[in-house]
């Protein structure tokens, strides 16, 4: 299934995408794209349905119908940094022996077209491609045997970054990480069912039509199975979190020199069935 959530900022209804590309409404049989939804139980309550006795929602997702962000109420917002190793040299930084993890506030969730703000003063706001990762099963001190049965599915996020807030003023990442409007997520939920090899997809990321961001999952320094294990022997995960897996190389500050975002540029990216985002920046 391909999980979504529909209409303005604030007020977005639960709803699928069927076969045809148009959106099925699911306000009659969940409250929200959320946490309770998505658990195991829920997710096997969705696939029972069969779309076509859904109401049809008016619109085509991403062009006259809005999209928020796949999954509502987040409780936790995980990242994992320098998760591909090409893309911490291109960083200056040695390829990690455990995973980095910092978090973005959930106040910087948005939708996956909606405007990226670039903050007042910032003048090295970065793009990062990642897999989202969500969480459908709660536990702590998983397996890695038993991981991805804790998944309930993928999507596409823009870890988007102000380099300077991160890397120059405190060695705090956080502070440059989780900036209003600085985490796009969606288009849509992917449920892990149709999603063959998490370890095996393409991501890009270009802005003004130029392409500076092609890789794939496979070169990640810890795999999904790994960053699920290791997250819960630190915190108990739950149904509804999100965790942002690291970027490939082409980030802007890798570029020789490095080239960082300005108001009135255009961000697209994308995951192999996974969907794309397109995102405006504006001054905030």
């Not at 959530?5 to 209804?13: H, I, L, M, S, V």
């Not at 990480?177 to 063959?196: H, N, Q, S």
């Not at 630190?234 to 690291?246: A, E, K, R, W, Y």
Request: hydrophobic letters at 35%; proline letters at 8%.
């Amino acid at each position: 299934m391909k999980l979504l959530r529909y209409g303005p900022p604030g007020q977005e209804r639960p709803g699928l995408l069927d076969g045809d590309g148009h959106v099925r409404d699911l306000c009659a049989h969940v409250d929200d794209i959320d946490g309770e939804a998505i658990t195991p139980a829920g997710l096997e309550r969705l696939r029972a349905l069969d779309p076509a006795t859904l109401p049809l929602v008016e619109g085509t997702p991403q062009q006259d119908l809005r999209l928020g962000p796949c999954v509502g109420r987040v409780g936790k917002f995980i990242c994992i940094g320098l998760n591909y190793a090409d893309h911490a040299a291109e960083s200056g930084l040695p390829v990690p022996t455990e995973p980095v993890v910092f978090a973005k506030w959930t106040s910087a969730i948005c939708g996956p077209d909606d405007a990226v703000r670039i903050p007042r003063g910032s003048v090295k706001t970065d793009w990062e491609v990642e897999l989202g990762v969500v969480i459908g099963q709660g536990g702590s001190y998983i397996e890695e045997a038993d991981a991805m049965k804790h998944v309930a599915g993928y999507c596409v996020i823009n870890d988007v970054s102000e380099r300077e807030w991160q890397l120059e003023r405190g060695t705090q990442w956080d502070k440059g990480k989780g900036c209003d409007t600085f985490g796009p997520i969606g288009p849509w939920l992917v449920t892990a069912d149709e999603v063959a090899d998490p370890q095996q997809l393409d991501l890009w990321l270009e802005v003004d039509g130029r392409r500076f961001q092609n890789g794939n999952t496979r070169t990640m320094v810890f795999n999904v199975a790994q960053i699920v294990s290791y997250l819960s022997k630190f915190m108990s995960l739950q149904p509804g979190d999100v965790i942002s897996t690291g970027t490939p190389p082409g980030v802007g500050l890798g570029q020789k020199p490095p080239l960082y975002l300005k108001p009135g540029q255009t961000m697209r990216l994308g995951i192999e069935g996974l969907g794309v985002q397109t995102q405006k920046t504006v001054a905030a």
